[in-house]
């Protein structure tokens, strides 16, 4: 089962010193008061049980490897690990404590934070590449809707329907992350300003970095770019709150 390490004592100084911690006890207990309403629980196990195990041990049988490295995808046969995740991925987003949502998963994977995602409710679409025949299983096994895209550079996506609420993408790779070719400001300008065509006024762009060859996952110029299109950055997330805004005067220099 997956475990967090244990957070060191001068980030928990940071949390306090910042706020976060009160903010974070009150989320917690937003969670406890109102976990009683949602149609499924949200733990490992219980969502798990919504699944066809029979199912998805043949996916094991055939995918699945004693020790995947942390680059493998075989990894995300682990749906202990990996619910556990996602279940913190929704509650962060807060689709765990809103009504019914129009959302969008870019580079969906394997499909459990969208599945999860609709065992609450709402309405979501998938959007990934269609290189692994793992994650073609898996998602059509859950009931995942998945539009086959390739995101690239100055290409606009496709005409993916109604608007959105929310728009993710975890372990953001379509950024030809860890490539030499890696994204800077203009690939970064026109993908928000696309990505803002698709979401509802209100709508929120949640997305999480990787981390990159320098041991980074954004230059300084970067991080002062997303903060001007209105962007709250927490480490590797990078937060649209409400709408992606028009950038205020920073140059769009290539990293």
Sequence with gaps: MYRDLPMRFSEKMRKIATGRAFSSAGQHLRHWLLDWRLPVKLEPQAI?????????????????????????????????????INIQRVRDTGLDLASRKRVLDIGCGAGYFAYIAQLLGHDVVGLDIDRLPMFRESTELLGVRRVIWRIKAFVPLPDLGNRFDLITAFLVCFNNHKQPDLWGLPEWDFFLDDVAKHLTPRGRLWLELNLEHDGTFYTPELREFFESRGAKIDNHKVMFNSGVRAPASVSLAAR
């Design 48 to 84: 798990i049980a919504t699944m066809d195990r029979a199912k998805f041990q043949q996916m094991y049988d055939r995918w699945g490897v004693d020790d995947p490295a942390c680059e493998d995808w075989p990894k995300y046969l682990d749906l202990p690990r990996w619910i556990d």
